[in-house]
């Protein structure tokens, strides 16, 4: 593990450390200041926790996203986690038109590999292959062509994933019943994160997601993605792109060239 001066954490080969210490003349070089460490936001956080009560939801909320949620807030999100009253498999399609404006923009290229860990039907998968990258997916539903079928709501998920994938990006249309702690937790395990959402998500926002987002446009460290192609559910939504340090969002978006009904925001 590697820590940014300004407190943010990586995982990052000895190999690739090393080289960006070495290459003083570059700026990319410059902006990563490492120093190992043994400890980071994510080790905090344990294997497994309780979402389906609303005290080991309300406690995963004030590690991810804190602030004051309402009842009926909190009681939806325990009713559609996994093991929840009320939960089903989400399977809204993402199409491919959805995802290549996402990468027009961002330099994925520069990440060592890309995860998914709600890859639903694999329109992302379809769409980052179509341009040359390889993606590692996971999905809760065993009904879904995935390398892992676990909950993408618990941190030992995304964990599993990294001993057998490496991973620097991880992207997906998650859930959106629950997104507000998918989101965060993506966060914890790599620098580039961008899920794509339904707008309302973002326009109509609860006061701690509110408080959340801003947070990360203040530090730098968000991007957001709109004026997307309607999905196939007629649907038209947003990537929301959550970076390590603003280090990281400087290095990895790339100017929007010729798609005039996209417009990218941080």
């Known amino acids: 593990m590697v820590e940014y001066g300004g407190g943010a954490f990586e995982r990052m080969n000895v190999s690739v450390a090393q080289q960006l210490l070495l290459d003083e003349e570059s700026a990319w070089g410059a902006a990563r ?3 190992t460490v043994a400890t980071t936001r994510a ?22 996203m804190p602030g004051a949620y309402s009842d009926r807030h909190l009681g939806r999100l325990v ?12 399977c809204v399609p993402t199409g491919i038109e959805e995802v290549r404006p996402l990468l027009e923009s961002i330099r994925f ?26 993606v590692f ?3 809760a539903n065993p009904a879904c062509v995935a390398h892992m079928h676990r909950d993408a709501l618990q941190p030992g998920t995304y964990r599993e994933a990294m001993k057998v994938y490496s991973y620097e990006a991880i992207v997906a249309s998650p859930w959106f019943a629950v997104l507000d702690v998918a989101l965060p937790l993506a966060t914890r395990f790599a620098p580039v994160v961008a899920f794509h959402v339904p707008g309302h998500y973002v326009t109509d926002a609860t006061a701690a997601r509110t408080k959340y987002l801003a947070k990360l446009q203040e530090e730098g460290r968000l991007a ?18 959550v970076f390590a340090t603003r280090e990281w969002r400087e290095r990895m978006l790339k100017p929007v060239v010729g798609r005039n009904e996209v417009w990218l925001l941080k």
């Open 33 to 35: 200041t490492l120093r």
């Open 43 to 64: 080790a905090r956080l344990p294997d497994n926790w309780d979402l389906t009560s609303r005290e080991g939801l309300s406690a995963a909320m004030g590690e991810l």
């Open 79 to 90: 009713n559609r986690v996994p093991g929840g009253k009320q939960f089903q498999y989400e």
């Open 109 to 134: 290229d520069e990440c060592a590999g890309i995860f998914d860990p709600w890859c639903g039907t694999g329109g992302v998968a379809r769409a980052f292959r179509e341009a040359g990258h390889s």
């Open 137 to 139: 997916g996971n999905d």
């Open 224 to 241: 957001l993605l709109l004026g997307l192609p309607r999905g196939p559910m007629g649907r038209r939504c947003v990537w929301v792109c």
